[in-house]
């Protein structure tokens, strides 16, 4: 552990140390990286100590967000002064999604997610996580449990509520990042025929198709979904990586909910654990 903050100490002399007095004066730190700073963990930079202080992470210093460009950050800044369209604290929750009942189309999807590394295994903290949330938000929190966390009621959910929260798999392809997505209830019937998720189908092909296979795209949500959502919520292994775009950031799940109208989205760099990750997002 004292490994890692050494590095992280190293790395914020580095990279912000030049600029500490400016932070200083400043209510919040807006950060747009580009290339290997993309999947640097900012707020978990360390600030060393010093008269009158004690050492700090970054996240702890100032508020901090970081943005995919300066595009994006303008366009989302032009929505949030818009008056929005969803009803203001309103919370949707996606969890302990069903993988084990599901259709031999949603089978070969599953299959083809095990190949990549991405291993529907069941989540059964999810279900506290998102009981505990929803506690929070009393009448205006609906959840979806089990068989009701389907794809298409997360697309219904997006352009309803003002949270969205998906305790579920994050499944990422590096190969082809508009095919990361996040892993719903599987269908226990096709429901017409769809493409398997990881296919190299060209997104604009397969959305003549039907494709309710539980995996949520960021192709689909491109094409499909529309929200005005104040902050979606990815609760879910390496949701925050995607494929590196010059001058446009990483291309995956957080590019097309921004793309989508979600004004803030909050992801994960890295795999994450069931348990754990309930008890940071009840807190968070």
């Avoid at 400043?26 to 950060?31: E, G, I």
Wanted: with cysteine; charged share 25%.
């Amino acid at each position: 552990m004292e490994g890692l903050r050494a590095v992280a100490r190293r790395l914020f002399e580095r990279l912000l140390a030049p600029v500490e007095a400016r932070i200083e004066s400043s209510d919040r730190l807006l950060l747009v990286p580009d290339g290997p700073l993309l999947r640097l963990p900012w707020a978990a930079l360390v600030r060393p100590a010093a008269e009158g202080r004690g050492e700090s992470y970054l996240a702890a210093w100032k508020p901090l967000a970081t943005t995919l460009s300066a595009t994006v950050h303008l366009e989302l800044g032009r929505r949030a002064r818009r008056e929005p369209a969803v009803a203001p604290g309103r919370f949707s929750g996606f969890g302990d999604p069903v993988y084990a009942a599901a259709s031999p189309l949603a089978r070969s999807a599953s299959e083809q997610l095990a190949e990549r590394g991405c291993r529907l295994e069941p989540l059964p903290a999810t279900r506290r996580e998102l009981e505990e949330i929803g506690r929070l938000y009393h009448d205006l929190a609906r959840l979806y449990l089990g068989a009701e966390a389907t794809e298409e009621r997360a697309k219904e959910a997006l352009g309803r509520a003002s949270a969205v929260h998906f305790a579920v798999h994050g499944c990422l392809d590096e190969r082809f990042p508009l095919n990361s997505g996040l892993a719903l209830s599987l269908p226990a019937d096709d429901g017409g025929a769809a493409p398997a998720a990881g296919t190299e189908t060209p997104p604009s092909a397969a959305a003549s198709v039907g494709r309710e296979n539980g995996l949520l795209q960021a192709w689909e949500i491109f094409e499909e979904v529309r929200t005005e959502a104040d902050m979606v919520i990815l609760s879910a292994c390496e949701s925050g990586l995607g494929r590196e775009t010059t001058g446009e950031g990483l291309l995956g799940l957080t590019r097309a909910l921004q793309y989508a109208g979600a004004r803030t989205v909050l992801a994960s760099l890295w795999q994450v654990a069931d348990q754990a990750t309930a008890e940071l997002m009840i807190r968070f």
